[in-house]
């Protein structure tokens, strides 16, 4: 499968994007997907991830209220929506598929977008 993220941008403290994750290629819909995000000079961390069905949804700490993860299976298409968008928010937001291993661990995914920029501004 391979995977395309998109809608990353500039914006202000306070203001909404919405991350799309395209997929082409095997069923799309059999995977768990994770959200991942990379700020300069730190780890990748997990940001939020959805069961295959969309029916089951987690996000980390520091985005929840603000965040949230859907899926589309029919348009293969992941989407993470964030609102009130702060400044320590600013990072590359990847897209991943899991595998297996621990839910937020980065090593249990195994095919990843190429990452899409998210800047926020204060």
């Known amino acids: 499968v391979q995977l395309q993220a998109s809608g990353g941008g500039l914006v202000q403290a306070g203001g909404s994007l919405r991350l799309s994750c395209a997929a082409s290629?095997?069923?799309?819909?059999?995977?768990?997907i994770g959200w991942f995000r990379q700020a300069p000079g730190k780890e990748r961390e997990f940001v939020a991830r959805?069961?295959?069905?969309?029916?089951?949804?987690s996000h980390a700490d520091p985005v929840k209220g603000r965040f949230t993860i859907s899926k589309d299976n029919a348009k293969n298409t992941v989407y993470l929506q964030m609102n009130n968008l702060q400044v320590a928010d600013t990072a590359v937001y990847y897209c991943?598929?899991?595998?297996?291993?621990?839910?937020?661990?980065?090593?249990?995914?195994?095919?990843w977008g190429q990452g899409t920029l998210v800047t926020v501004s204060s």
């Open positions: 959805i069961s295959w069905n969309g029916g089951v949804t």
């Open positions: 290629g095997r069923a799309f819909s059999n995977y768990v």
């Open positions: 991943a598929t899991y595998v297996s291993g621990g839910p937020y661990y980065s090593g249990s995914y195994n095919y």
